[in-house]
Structures are given as structure tokens and as C-alpha cells.
Nanobody, 125 residues
Framework: QVQLVESGGGLVQAGGSLRLSCATS????????MAWFRQAPGKEREFVAA???????DYADSAKGRFTVSRDNTKDTVYLQMTSLKPEDTAVYYC???????????????????WGQGTQVTVSS
């Protein structure tokens, strides 16, 4: 059974930083793309960043230059380092993984089959 567990969220002032972690279990981590999404109240879930099994990264325009996605295949964990946080970054952040290995699922939430429970990030102005 595939499980994704996020941690690291919290309350931070604008301009601050947070590092989110997503620990995975239940299958061979290193052959799957991993992604981060977020969902603010009243809004649709949106893509933030992804790191492929080849460690190629992709970012939403809102995340470029401020967020860094990475993975540690020895720990089966994916990270999202967030800097220069803004109030509009406030959301529940989810990590996600596809069912199939080797591919690059892209930026659509529907392309991902496994989700964590989410971790709240709140940025105060």
C-alpha cells in the first residue's frame, strides 16, 4: 500500500522560509516522479513543483525562483524548500505520486493517483 506523509507546514511571516517533507512507503520510490500541489480555500488544487525519477524539475510560474523541489532516494522522501514566502502562498500543500513508474505525469492533478493528507502553510503579512 502506497503511503505519502507530509510534514513541515506551519505559520510564517511574509519573506520567511519553510521546508516541507513528504515521506513515502509501499513501493520503490526512486523510479517515480513526485509532485507538490497546493489548495487554498475556495480555489482549485494547483500544481507547484515536480521532480522526476531522473531528477528533472518543473515549477509553476508562481514558484520559480522561490521554491526548490528535491528528492532523497536513500530516504524515500521528497522535499519542497520554500523561500520569500508571500501571503498568497497560504494553502494546504499536498505531495502526490502517479501509479506508473518512469513517466512524467505533468501538471494536472488528475494525472496523480496517490496523495498525502496535506500540511497547512500559512503566511502572515
Amino acid at each position: 500500500q502506497v503511503q505519502l506523509v507530509e510534514s513541515g507546514g506551519g505559520l510564517v511571516q511574509a519573506g520567511g522560509s519553510l521546508r516541507l517533507s513528504c515521506a513515502t512507503s509501499g513501493r520503490t520510490f526512486k523510479i517515480y516522479t513526485m509532485a507538490w500541489f497546493r489548495q487554498a480555500p475556495g480555489k482549485e488544487r494547483e500544481f507547484v513543483a515536480a521532480v522526476s525519477w531522473t531528477e528533472t524539475t518543473d515549477y509553476a510560474d508562481s514558484a520559480k525562483g522561490r521554491f526548490t523541489v528535491s528528492r532523497d532516494n536513500t530516504k524515500d522522501t521528497v522535499y519542497l524548500q520554500m523561500t520569500s514566502l508571500k501571503p498568497e502562498d497560504t494553502a494546504v500543500y499536498y505531495c502526490a505520486a502517479p501509479r506508473g513508474p518512469w513517466g512524467t505525469p505533468g501538471k494536472k492533478a488528475a494525472s496523480y493517483d496517490y496523495w498525502g493528507q496535506g500540511t497547512q502553510v500559512t503566511v502572515s503579512s
